[in-house]
C-alpha cells in the first residue's frame, strides 16, 4: 500500500514568490492535513481537508491557502513568499472520523532566499 | 498557548537502558494521544497512540502511560538501541475537531 507521497521533495524560491505544493494521501484517507516545521516552533498545524472542505485552521496568515479536489490530493500554496516560510511543509493523511491515525509523507523542503 | 508541554528537549541513554519521555496537556477535549518518531530527513512516523478510557498501551519495547487525572502521558522506551536515536513527539487530539496538536519534540540519543 502507497504512502502518503508529496512533491517536490525540494525547492528554493525567492522572496516576494508564490509556491504550490501537493500532497497524495494513502488511497482510501479522505483527510488531508498539513503542517509547517521549524527547528524553533516544531510542528505547527495549517489547515485540514476533508472531503474538499477545509474543516479546521490553525493561525498562520492569508498567504496560506489550500484546497482538496474530489480524489482527495491536495495542494498547498504560499503567497508572497518571506523568508520565514523556509521550512519543512508535511502532509498526513488519515481516514478521519473516529480513526484519526494519522500518517505523515516525507514533507517538502521549501528554501526562501 | 502550548497545549502539550513536552520534556526534557533532549536525553542521553546507554544502550539497554529505559528512555522516558514526559508530556502533560491541558484540554481536557482530547482523547486521543499519538506518540510520532521521527529521523532527519524524513516525516514523522507513527510508533504507538493511546485513548484516555486504558492507563497504559505496550507495543513491543514501546509502552505509553497515561494518568487521566493529572492530564499526563509518558513514553516509555526499554532496552534502547543505538537505531531508537530519533526525534519523538507526542501529540492529542481532540474530538471535537480531529486537529492534531504536537510537543516540541524530544531528541533521543542512545549511546552505543
Known amino acids: 500500500k502507497a504512502g502518503v507521497t508529496q512533491t517536490p521533495r525540494y525547492l528554493i524560491k525567492t522572496r516576494g514568490q508564490q509556491v504550490t505544493l501537493s500532497c497524495s494521501p494513502i488511497s482510501g484517507h479522505r483527510s488531508v492535513s498539513w503542517y509547517q516545521q521549524t527547528p524553533g516552533q516544531g510542528l505547527q498545524f495549517l489547515f485540514e481537508y476533508f472531503s474538499e472542505t477545509q474543516r479546521n485552521k490553525g493561525n498562520f496568515p492569508g498567504r496560506f491557502s489550500g484546497r482538496q479536489f474530489s480524489n482527495s490530493r491536495s495542494e498547498m500554496n504560499v503567497s508572497t513568499l518571506e523568508l520565514g516560510d523556509s521550512a519543512l511543509y508535511l502532509c498526513a493523511s488519515s481516514w478521519g472520523g473516529r480513526n484519526r491515525e494519522a500518517f505523515f509523507g516525507q514533507g517538502t523542503r521549501l528554501t526562501v532566499v | 498557548q502550548q497545549q502539550v508541554k513536552q520534556s526534557p528537549q533532549s536525553l542521553i541513554v546507554q544502550k539497554g537502558g529505559i528512555s522516558i519521555i514526559n508530556c502533560a496537556y491541558e484540554n481536557t477535549a482530547f482523547d486521543y494521544f499519538p506518540w510520532y518518531q521521527q529521523f532527519p530527513g524524513k516525516g514523522p512516523a507513527l510508533l504507538i497512540a493511546?485513548?484516555?478510557?486504558?492507563s497504559e498501551k505496550k507495543e513491543g519495547r514501546f509502552t505509553i502511560s497515561f494518568n487521566k487525572s493529572a492530564k499526563q502521558f509518558s513514553l516509555h522506551i526499554m532496552d534502547s538501541q543505538p537505531g531508537d536515536s530519533a526525534t519523538y513527539f507526542c501529540a492529542a487530539s481532540s474530538y471535537r475537531d480531529d486537529k492534531i496538536i504536537f510537543g516540541k519534540g524530544t531528541r533521543l540519543h542512545i549511546l552505543p
Open positions: 493511546i485513548r484516555p478510557d486504558v
